[in-house]
């Protein structure tokens, strides 16, 4: 079963940055869509970023001009950099991907199991 693992949180100061990457396991699947997600305690999960395979990106107001997500076609990767954090990006982030498989063409959604980011203020 494909897999997605999210690394790169930690600890940052306000103003600091973080990049964050998630990888997937296996090669035998298109993604057609990969995002980033995020949640606090005893708040939803909210979109951070998306982007398309074509490249096209979406952002939530909150973060535009601050968060940058990036893919690798090739390696079936993204990333997500993060500048100027605010002590409200504090939350777990997830990576989301839409996939296709090539030997089936099955479409999955695929959650990783998140990356805690935490803002000081």
């Known amino acids: 079963q494909v897999q997605v693992v999210e690394s790169g949180g930690g600890w940052a100061q306000a103003g600091g940055s973080l990049r964050l990457s998630c990888a997937s396991s296996?090669?035998?699947?298109?993604?057609?869509?990969m995002g980033w997600y995020r949640q606090s305690p005893g708040k939803q999960r909210e979109m951070v970023a998306v982007?398309?395979?074509?490249?096209?990106?979406n952002y939530a107001d909150s973060v535009k001009g601050r968060f940058t997500v990036s893919r690798d076609n090739a390696k079936n990767t993204m990333n997500l950099q993060m500048n100027n954090l605010e002590p409200e990006d504090t939350a777990t982030y997830y990576c989301n991907m839409k996939i296709v498989t090539y030997i089936d063409y099955r479409y999955l959604e695929v959650w990783g199991q998140g990356t805690l980011v935490t803002v000081s203020s």
């Open positions: 296996g090669r035998s699947f298109r993604i057609n869509v």
């Open positions: 982007i398309d395979s074509g490249g096209a990106t």
